[in-house]
């Protein structure tokens, strides 16, 4: 069965530090591949998608995503974090056109004024 | 709003009890999911409906649990005889598949909690 690792549980930065968070996953086919973020008392919200094409995937609120398809890893980083970051960020993939997504378990990120 | 909502928001019942939460997608959205997430894990996938068809369910998802898209705009998700294991947040996603690739919008959830 697919499935997805990311690799801290709880991450904590200062402001203006830079971030990456790892997702690994263990499909070997043609995958789709996602990060989604959960503020604080709301609901999951699409970060950004790669479905093909350019590895590197830019997202909402300077987010970006690296797929590297030989290292089954599709990280997400940001050059510089802010407080409003903080947030739970999870994983997710579904095979090529397949409709079964299966999530990380998350990783908490707090930003510290 | 135009997002995927979620009704109740909160449930509180009693073990034995049934449950009934309701999910409407963002309209014109073809495929629906519920997933479960439980405190420190990510969601996980119950069932998705395409259109009206209910066309795959997990293995987690027991004979307790029932899902519903009559019409193919809203659905439902009941679970009979709660237990307290059942307590959750329940998530709902719609999407719309034209092509490649499906990308899922997720509504606020239902919390339950069974006593």
């Known amino acids: 069965a697919q499935s997805v690792s990311q690799h801290n549980h709880h991450v904590i930065l200062s402001e203006a530090a830079s971030l990456e968070l790892g997702c690994n996953y263990s499909?070997?086919?043609?995958?789709?591949l996602f990060w989604y973020v959960q503020y604080p008392g709301q609901h999951l919200q699409l970060l950004l998608k790669?479905?093909?094409?350019?590895?590197l995937v830019k997202g909402i609120k300077g987010f970006e995503a690296e797929f590297i398809k030989s290292k089954f890893s599709f990280n997400l980083r940001k050059p510089s974090v802010q407080w409003s970051d903080t947030a739970e960020y999870f994983c997710?993939?579904?095979?090529?056109?397949?409709?079964?997504?299966?999530f990380g378990p998350g990783t908490r990120l707090s930003v510290l004024p | 709003d135009t997002g995927v909502s979620q009704n109740p928001r909160h449930k509180i019942t009693k073990r034995g009890q049934n449950v009934t939460f309701r999910c409407d997608p963002i309209s014109e959205h073809n495929r629906l999911y519920w997933y479960r997430q439980t405190l420190g894990q990510g969601p996980e996938f119950l069932t998705y409906?395409?259109?009206?068809?209910?066309?795959?369910k997990s293995r987690l998802l027991s004979d307790r649990f029932s899902a519903e898209r009559p019409k193919g705009s809203f659905s439902t998700l009941e679970i009979q005889r709660t237990e307290q294991g059942d307590s959750a947040m329940y998530l709902c996603a719609s999407s719309l598949v034209l092509g490649t690739g499906d990308t899922q919008y997720f509504g606020p959830g239902t919390r339950l909690t069974v006593l």
């Open positions: 997710a993939v579904n095979e090529g056109y397949g409709q079964n997504f299966v």
């Open positions: 499909y070997g086919g043609t995958v789709n």
């Open positions: 790669y479905f093909s094409g350019d590895p």
């Open positions: 409906f395409q259109n009206e068809a209910q066309l795959e």
